[in-house]
């Protein structure tokens, strides 16, 4: 009997090769982030058409404002333009954000307040996106919560494990089942670092803005022929 075929619930995409997409054809690495940006929409609505419940994109890191000030500028003023793009009022995606507030515009910070509002309540597919976001910073923060918590005697110490620190995260979220990086580099870029302890990686050579449905369906079809095991051993395979 043929094995079912398996739909990860949590894929999370590190958007990365939007600039050199731009310069290996002769654009200004902006126009990459906007061709990006307009993939990030039509890509999203075809992995959660496939099933898949939780999608988490790294927009922005922290790290990335040491970038040039002109191309950090236009990120920002695509996020204001283009974020407002993913709601939809004749579907039930519920859109968060997860990052730190710090150091971001007060017009990209109303632009994220006004969609987290709106989509609050929706109960469909979610939508993860990262900005002004570090793996660190988001279990560093968590700690800071924790400690709070325990002082202000919210909480008792016994009482924090893996799954209640999990909780204090930026956004309490499923572990990652698939991780995906665009553009062929091999790291993870300190990227969600509490949640993806257990996801598949897949690092494909393509550049975001031409990883299309086809492209997404050669993830899946990876992710199926892995042997996920948590530490354990697939007995019927080691036979």
């Known amino acids: ?20 997409w731009a310069k290996e054809r002769g654009l200004i690495r902006s126009m990459g982030h906007k061709a990006g940006s307009e993939n990030l929409k039509k890509i999203s609505k075809y992995i959660f058409s496939k099933g898949v419940k939780i999608l988490s994109v790294f927009a922005f890191s922290t790290e990335n404002f040491k970038r040039d000030k002109d191309e950090v500028d236009y990120l920002m003023n695509l996020f204001v333009k283009d974020f407002p793009k993913l709601v939809k009022k004749d579907d039930d995606l519920k859109i968060v954000f997860s990052g730190r507030r710090d150091n971001l515009r007060k017009d990209v910070l109303k632009t994220i307040d006004d969609i987290t509002e709106k989509t609050k309540n929706r109960t469909g597919h979610i939508l993860n996106i990262c900005i002004n976001f570090g793996g660190r910073a988001d279990i560093i923060d968590a700690t800071k919560k ?3 918590d325990i002082q202000n005697g919210v909480i008792n110490i016994d009482e924090i494990d893996e799954e209640s620190f999990g909780k204090y995260l930026y956004n309490s979220m499923p572990d990652i089942d698939l991780l995906i990086r665009t553009s062929g580099e091999v790291r993870i870029s300190n990227f969600m670092l509490y949640q993806c302890s257990y996801a598949e990686m ?6 975001f803005p031409d990883f299309n449905k086809d492209e997404f369906d050669k993830a899946l079809d990876v992710y199926n022929h892995r042997d996920r095991r948590f530490g354990g051993i697939n007995e019927s395979k080691n036979n």
């Open 1 to 20: 009997m043929k094995e079912q075929y398996k739909i990860p619930n949590h894929v999370a995409i590190i958007l990365d090769g939007n600039g050199r």
């Open 146 to 148: 924790i400690y709070s």
């Open 202 to 207: 897949y690092f494909p050579k393509v550049y």
